[in-house]
């Protein structure tokens, strides 16, 4: 198997390191639906998509590693017996935190050089972050010899987000990127980990990538902020619901009924994350029946949640939600990710992909001056070696 991807990484590798090297990949995802749910303990529905990272891998003979990326110019050198803070690493604080929680679980690692290169979007919304993660893990355990599951990958790009680089997110991305089958969506839910794959009607129905040319920074400002003023709902409704663990127990009809403990911003936090857990719960049946009119109605409720009362969307993220659901091909469209900023995702008919991405592009590009970048994302798959061809 080959691509541009794999050459360009190829090429960066010997022109940083020499010769050598193993070559592996990591899917990025897009979430069918389940916006900021995921850390609330919800079900969610991501598809690992044909865009990811992929990393080549040598062991050193020393303690030491060299990072690099085709993304960013400075390359990042350092001790694994003194490992950089995450601020102290910048872009490599991703890698780097891979390192820390792989010897914090007691696998002692050899000297790395790894270099990365990726065709998803820095910022736009589609897991580049989780794709790095998964894919130094399964890099690195390959180098060190040591077995690691797919979902124990998962696990440890979780922990590595959280604990290091500090970003205050769910398990979807990583389990989306490690747990990819072609062809379905992943089932899971973020309580327990448990999961299961739902094959979709994959002759039917197209994923179209819509870019609204506007990036965001996870761990700065808006979405730690919606965190805590979820939690903060939280925390006053389990004083009325106390076998509450997360905001996944809590039904629409208990939010209705203790409605006077919580301001009116935390209301909406709290709204938008109980009504979405019950959208997911409707979208699994709608899709395992292959009712894609239904199921794009709630991706369209759930933009227009994630819009008012999480507030996560943008003018722009609006503005391609609406030029999508405007063409008669789209089945429904909604922002994908975090939000402020990155991209939206449409599911599209196969044959209307072509005149949905003109019609959208040309609509945006009236609206703000500029064409949105429109992408058709293929199946991704769990991470994997890259054979030579």
């Not at 990583?174 to 739902?198: E, M, T, V, Y």
Request: hydrophobic share 45%; proline share 4%; net charge neutral.
């Amino acid at each position: 198997m080959d691509r541009p991807l794999f050459t360009r990484v190829r090429a960066l590798a010997r022109a940083r390191l020499g010769s050598g090297g193993r070559l592996f990949f990591a899917s990025g995802r897009v979430n069918l639906l389940g916006a900021h749910i995921d850390y609330h303990g919800g079900c969610v529905l991501p598809v690992a998509v044909d865009r990811g990272v992929a990393v080549v891998a040598r062991r050193r003979d020393d303690r030491r590693f060299r990072l690099a990326s085709a993304e960013f110019s400075q390359s990042v050198e350092g001790d694994l017996d003194a490992l950089p803070t995450a601020a102290e690493a910048g872009w490599a604080a991703y890698p780097v935190g891979i390192f820390a929680t792989l010897e914090a679980a007691g696998h002692v690692l050899p000297g790395l050089d790894l270099v990365f290169a990726g065709d998803l979007p820095v910022g736009a919304g589609l897991s580049s972050s989780a794709a790095i993660l998964v894919a130094t893990a399964v890099a690195v355990a390959a180098i060190a010899d040591f077995p690691l599951a797919p979902i124990d990958a998962a696990r440890f790009a979780h922990r590595a987000e959280t604990g290091f680089v500090g970003v205050k997110c769910g398990i979807m991305d990583p389990f989306a990127s490690a747990l990819g089958r072609p062809g379905h969506a992943l089932w899971l839910d973020c309580k327990d980990q448990s999961h299961d794959w739902i094959a979709l009607p994959t002759e039917r129905m197209a994923f179209v990538m819509l870019d609204s040319m506007t990036r965001r920074e996870l761990k700065d400002g808006g979405f730690n902020q919606r965190v805590a003023e979820s939690l903060s709902a939280l925390a006053k409704l389990k004083t009325r619901l106390p076998k509450a663990t997360c905001l996944r127990d809590v039904s629409v009809e208990d939010l209705e009924r203790h409605r006077e403990l919580l301001p009116d911003l935390e209301w909406k936090r709290a709204r938008h994350v109980v009504t979405e857990v019950a959208r997911v719960r409707r979208a699994r049946e709608l899709l395992a029946r292959g009712e894609l009119l239904e199921f794009g109605q709630l991706m369209w409720l759930s933009h227009l949640s994630s819009r008012h009362l999480y507030e996560v969307s943008t003018p722009r993220l609006d503005a391609l939600q609406e030029l999508s659901l405007s063409h008669p091909g789209c089945f429904g469209a909604r922002l994908t990710g975090a939000g402020f900023g990155g991209c939206a995702l449409a599911v599209v008919a196969p044959d209307a992909v072509e005149s949905f991405a003109e019609q959208v592009a040309a609509g945006f590009e009236r609206r703000f001056g500029e064409r949105a970048a429109i992408h058709s994302l293929g199946f991704g798959s769990a991470p994997s070696e890259v054979e030579e061809s």
